[in-house]
Nanobody, 115 residues
Framework: QVQLVESGGGLVQPGGSLRLSCAAAGSISSRNVMGWHRQAPGKQRELVAIISSGGYTNYADSVKGRFTISRDNAENTVSLQMNSLRPEDTAVYYC?????????WGQGTQVTVSS
């Protein structure tokens, strides 16, 4: 069973930066979409950013210009560079991978933006 392992969450002050990383432990299809979603307390999980194996990206409007998603196809890793963080970015961030008929989720990593 393939697992997604996340790292990089934590506490940061408003305006600060964090980098999240996610690695697929196991073999996945070379054609896939990986991404990040987040869920704040009392809210539904929402898409943050996705990137295809071909490099296509899509971002939520709320993070455009502040977050950058990237990936390493050879290593099956995806990263999210988060700059100019705001308190409203506070949430549990989940890595996600979609390939063939499979949808995988990571265990989540907490990001807290607070002074």
């Amino acid at each position: 069973q393939v697992q997604l392992v996340e790292s990089g969450g934590g506490l940061v002050q408003p305006g600060g930066s964090l980098r999240l990383s996610c690695a697929a432990a196991g073999s996945i299809s070379s054609r896939n979409v990986m991404g990040w979603h987040r869920q704040a307390p009392g809210k539904q999980r929402e898409l943050v950013a996705i990137i295809s194996s071909g490099g296509y990206t899509n971002y939520a409007d709320s993070v455009k210009g502040r977050f950058t998603i990237s990936r390493d196809n050879a290593e099956n890793t995806v990263s999210l560079q988060m700059n100019s963080l705001r308190p409203e970015d506070t949430a549990v961030y989940y890595c996600n991978a979609v390939f063939l008929s499979t949808v995988l989720w990571g265990q989540g990593t907490q990001v807290t933006v607070s002074s």
